[in-house]
């Protein structure tokens, strides 16, 4: 069964104190990874897509990463703005879209 | 540029009663795709629709179903409602079925 999962569920940090969230997943085809930003009571925002193993992307202090059988979201030095839900998602070649069930990041002055 | 548009925003249904959600996606894009959204869980994908025809279904009741106008908009129509319906309903369009997702602001549905 195709199947997203991420980790930690909930992550407090202190302002500065690097980090990163897990993101694994076993499908039977990949075509594609994706990270989203879901604020509360909105809609998530897209942040990166990842095609390939060895890939990285990277937008201000949030860095993402992918290997065959997971992917990371490095975040560096951390503000409270970054205060978030992070949600991963995984095309399948059907096209179809496998959300996990997020990480809920906390982060404190 | 305007993003994904969603309306209404909130709506509170009775159990039983029909509900119909409307999605306007981003200009120039042709897909639309229709997420549920509990509570403390990632989105659940419900349908996609490119150029006007479904390019995918998720594991939801025949209680639920879609459509994609010539425009490119797109409607959910939700039957019977249930109480485990109540959750955040997301649209996300994008250039192609195969492009990246963008998200609206979600319509927030609760069923008394």
């Known amino acids: 069964e195709d199947q997203v999962t991420q980790s930690p569920e909930a992550l407090r940090l202190q302002e500065g104190e690097s980090s990163s969230l897990n993101c694994s997943y076993t499908?039977?085809?990949?075509?594609?990874l994706f990270w989203y930003r879901q604020d509360p009571g909105k809609g998530p925002e897209f942040l990166f897509t990842?095609?390939?193993a060895g890939e990285e992307k990277e937008k201000e202090r949030l860095k993402a990463t992918l290997t065959k059988k997971e992917s990371f979201l490095h975040i560096t030095a951390p503000k409270p703005e970054d205060s978030a839900t992070y949600l991963c998602a995984v095309r399948l070649y059907t096209d179809k879209l496998i959300f996990g069930t997020g990480t809920r990041l906390q982060v404190f002055p | 540029d305007a993003g994904v548009t969603q309306s209404p925003t909130h709506l509170i249904k009775t159990r039983g009663q029909h509900v119909t959600l409307r999605c306007s996606p981003i200009?120039?894009?042709?897909?639309v795709s229709w997420y549920q959204q509990v509570l403390g869980q990632g989105p659940q994908f419900i349908f996609q629709y490119y150029e006007k025809e479904e390019r995918g279904r998720g594991n939801f009741p025949d209680r639920f179903s879609a459509r994609q106008f010539p425009n490119y908009s797109s409607e959910l129509n939700v039957n019977a409602l249930l109480l485990g319906d109540s959750a955040l309903y997301l649209c996300?369009?994008?250039?192609?079925?195969?492009?990246?997702?963008?998200f609206g602001p979600g319509t927030r549905l609760l069923v008394l």
């Open positions: 990842l095609y390939s």
């Open positions: 200009s120039g894009h042709k897909s």
């Open positions: 499908v039977s085809g990949l075509r594609g």
């Open positions: 996300a369009s994008s250039l192609s079925n195969r492009e990246t997702q963008y």
